[in-house]
């Protein structure tokens, strides 16, 4: 008989969530978190004691700054008797903060830079707006996944702080390398944003696909240029992420090896390398159980993957 006293960590504590956010809609706690912040010095891991911790905010009764920091020990502070400092919850409160994605709202109109299209060649068109960075065809109506709109080449989360002080083409590459670092996340199964377990849970095959690679132009019937698309949902936070199968050659090390063999770099670091993706093949082997295989050509020489249900690699050949 198992032990129905044990504690379910299988999905959030809404309750406890609600307490959080409650606990952070007071300015005055708010201030408390970012002067622990600020006081916290790499070199000296010593808490701060009360006395420093007063003088860094501008509440000046004593009773209200102990009043305020007694609610914050529950989720974001550790007392001890040495003083007060940020438990992880709250740095990552803070982080946030600073990041200015509660706070700012910045926008950056489209601007072209110097990245071609992956499809077309075309000039591309880098902006933001509503926490969003976009990145345009200004020559094709390209459509990769149906929740984007035609023309967009992609468009993911990126932090306000990402933009700071940065070029167009800046932020286009720190974008790229940001996501491309959380697609590698997802496709492992791990969330992006809360490290929780983020499984596959569909892979849609369209039934009459039929795109214009000539115009560059998405199929009618699944909305997309691509045949398979990829669906990941967080089962905590349920963050989804949906993309080509084809993203998934991205993390195979017998792909990187192939394309080095010929001169080259596979790092999906920059949009070039994700055009190399657009000349595999791909062919359904079955759908009970479900094998799909891709294959990539260079010269006189082909690899072939074979992937399952799960998209794990079952059959690599190289000829």
Same mark, same amino acid.
């Given at each position: 008989m198992g032990n129905s006293s044990r504690k379910d960590t299988s999905q959030p504590d809404t309750a406890a969530t609600t307490e959080?956010?409650?606990l952070l809609s007071d300015e005055t706690r708010l201030e408390l978190l970012e002067a622990l912040w600020e006081g916290d010095n790499p070199t000296d891991s010593s808490p701060m004691r009360f006395a420093d911790l007063r003088e860094r905010v501008t509440v000046s009764d004593p009773g209200q700054i102990h009043y305020h920091l007694d609610k914050l020990t529950a989720h974001f502070v550790r007392h001890s008797e040495e003083g007060y400092e940020l438990r992880e919850s709250g740095k990552r409160i803070v982080r946030m903060l600073l990041s200015g994605i509660a706070l700012e709202h910045p926008e950056v109109e489209p601007v072209g830079i110097d990245v071609s299209c992956p499809y077309c060649g075309g000039q591309t068109l880098c902006s933001y707006r509503d926490g969003w960075r976009y990145l345009e065809c200004a020559d094709c109506d390209v459509r990769c996944v149906p929740?984007? &709109?035609p023309g967009v080449i992609?468009?993911? $989360?990126?932090p306000p702080s990402g933009v700071r002080n940065r070029t167009p083409n800046e932020i286009g590459h720190a974008d790229w390398i940001w996501t491309a670092h959380r697609r590698a996340s997802v496709i492992d199964g791990v969330? &992006? $944003?809360?490290?929780?377990d983020m499984p596959?849970?569909?892979i849609?095959?369209?039934?009459?696909?039929?795109p214009d690679w000539e115009e560059y132009q998405f199929c009618e019937h699944c909305e997309s240029i691509f045949w398979i698309l990829?669906?990941?949902v967080c089962e905590q936070c349920e963050y989804r992420w949906s993309m080509p199968i084809s993203n998934y050659l991205t993390r195979e090390p017998a792909v990187t090896a192939f394309y080095y063999d010929y001169g080259i770099d596979f790092d999906f670091s920059t949009p070039e390398q994700f055009a190399l993706l657009l000349d595999v093949e791909q062919e359904l082997?079955? $759908?009970?159980?479900l094998r799909i295989r891709m294959t990539i050509r260079l010269e006189n020489e082909e690899l072939t993957l074979t992937y399952d249900d799960q998209l794990d690699v079952i059959s690599t050949d190289r000829s």
């Open positions: 959080a956010f409650k929740s984007f &709109p992609s468009m993911s $989360e990126f969330c &992006p $944003e809360c490290a929780g596959i849970t569909s849609y095959i369209c039934d009459d696909h039929q990829v669906t990941h082997l079955s $759908e009970d159980p």
